[in-house]
């Protein structure tokens, strides 16, 4: 066999790995997250001051947020859960200390947490949700070259037809990252008429359709290896991200805000019914004829669009709970219960799907799919929302007030320094520098694969080399995203 015909032997026919394991998966950035913070009230304890030197800042953040990350779906994927723990544990230890040293005042210890409890916070950011597409971005960009290499485990990869693979839920978490963040989410007011805003939506998705384009032509000019049950023959991501973001922004415009969950159920659910009733499901996943016309070329990614749109609607619906005004402590809490609530019962819906009607397919898009997508998107939101409450107090009792975080206390005026110091940390967070840029951040990792794959033999790697070329290729991503972001540099491509 050709090298080609290797590499899509290698990614073809995959299961997936269990539901437990790609929950268990997100409990790693939040760790991860609360470990950074605990660094950096140590780092101000010592010195008095924050932030660290420019590139101290980047290579703590790198060590400490992105390398664990790759070692957990690589070298350390069979130990995930001990590698938490033991970072929980690393955690729990720092955090022992510095109670010891700051904690200890003439405020009563339950007397402490209250005043927390009560106090009025501002949000910097939208709560959590800079945080999980940052993530979301991050543990993608790792994923479309790893599953390259040999010692990214075969259960982490996309799935050919039914199964939960890692991947499977990247590809439904960016769809869900995009609708959090979309201007009918944040409750932005449509200028002129219904048709204009529609009209401008359609238009805005030129640079998807442009990029999708680009990495059609590159793949078939290059011959670059590709998974064609994953979208079809021409199909690809870019196309269902455009695709998508149009016809939701249509039903959006018709749709009562508050029902868009509904409506998303009842979309699913007629996709779903049409895959079970007629010959729709044995045509996506047994029908080899790709020849025939565009339809049968492409049928994985235009028939699952039906299961984004509902993913998207629902995306939207999310977003417009999160972003509620919220001045307290105590709000907060009770919006991440909700969240873990509602991925508790999305879960529970899961598996009764699974039972009685049949297992999660990305490939189709299916119902079990978008429930899972939005349970586990759910979780994983709550997770960094909790770490973002214990960096929080952490801020409140420590007296730590510039760690990073996408809440404050509320405070009534900040000095002219105080100002000044809280834009410098913004300013060298790796976090944020991904968030400038997150388009920018996603095409560079797409095309630094591309150069890897086309350079390195990914499949005859030792497991250390694999490791080291991921490391360094991530490094590369962040350090070019990093310095656009020190120098100021947004990229827009409309």
Not at 110 to 123: A, C, D, G, R, T
Not at 198 to 209: A, D, E, N, R
Not at 470 to 483: A, G, P, T
Request: net charge positive; charged share 15%.
């Amino acid at each position: 066999m050709a090298q080609r015909e290797v590499k899509q032997a290698f990614v073809s026919n995959l299961n997936g790995t269990s539901l437990g394991e790609v929950a268990l998966g997100s409990f790693l950035a939040p760790v991860c997250l609360i470990l950074r913070a605990f660094i950096l009230v140590l780092y101000y304890q010592a010195k008095g001051t924050l932030p660290l030197p420019l590139t101290s800042h980047l290579l703590l953040d790198f060590s400490v947020l992105v390398i664990p990350l790759v070692l957990s779906c690589t070298l350390l994927s069979s130990i995930l859960l001990q590698v938490i723990v033991c970072l929980t544990l690393m955690s729990a230890c720092v955090f022992c200390y510095i109670y010891r040293t700051s904690f200890l005042s003439s405020v009563v210890w339950p007397q402490k947490i209250v005043n927390l409890l009560q106090s009025q916070v501002q949000f910097q950011q939208v709560p959590f949700v800079t945080l999980f597409r940052v993530f979301v971005n991050v543990k993608t960009a790792i994923s479309i070259l790893a599953v390259d290499f040999s010692v990214f485990p075969r259960r982490y990869a996309k799935t050919e037809t039914y199964g939960t693979g890692v991947m499977d839920f990247g590809v439904g978490a960016f769809i869900f990252a995009n609708a959090l963040v979309s201007p009918e989410a944040r409750r932005r007011s449509i200028s002129g008429s219904k048709m204009s805003h529609i009209t401008k939506q359609i238009l805005s998705v030129w640079p998807l359709l442009a990029l999708g384009m680009a990495r059609l032509v590159s793949i078939k000019m290059t011959g670059y290896h590709e998974h064609v049950t994953e979208y079809g023959i021409h199909w690809n991501f870019f196309f269902t991200l455009a695709i998508v973001r149009v016809l939701a922004s249509v039903l959006l415009v018709v749709l009562p805000a508050g029902q868009l969950w509904l409506f998303a159920l009842l979309i699913s659910g007629f996709y779903q019914f049409a895959l079970e009733t007629s010959e729709l499901k044995t045509f996506l996943m047994h029908n080899k004829d790709r020849e025939k016309d565009f339809v049968h070329a492409n049928k994985e990614g235009i028939f699952s669009i039906a299961g984004y749109v509902a993913l998207y609607l629902t995306g939207v619906q999310v977003g417009l709970y999160v972003m509620q005004p919220r001045s307290q402590v105590k709000d907060c809490l009770k919006m991440l219960f909700i969240l873990f609530l509602g991925s508790l019962l999305l879960y529970a819906a899961l598996f009764i799907c699974q039972t009685l009607v049949e297992p999660v397919s990305r490939r189709s898009a299916n119902l079990p799919f978008v429930i899972w997508s939005v349970a586990q998107s759910l979780f994983f939101m709550s997770c960094l929302g909790m770490a973002d409450m214990v960096i929080l107090f952490s801020k409140g009792a420590c007296c730590c007030r510039f760690l990073p975080s996408s809440m404050n206390f509320e405070e009534k005026e900040l000095t002219p320094l105080a100002y000044k110091k809280k834009g410098e940390i913004e300013r060298l967070c790796l976090i944020q520098a991904v968030s400038r840029n997150q388009l920018l951040f996603f095409l560079l990792a797409n095309l630094m694969t591309g150069v890897t794959n086309s350079v390195v033999d990914t499949l005859s790697c030792s497991n250390l080399f694999s490791v080291c070329v991921l490391l360094l290729y991530m490094f590369v991503n962040c350090l070019v995203i990093y310095v656009l972001h020190i120098c100021g540099i947004t990229v827009k491509f409309w």
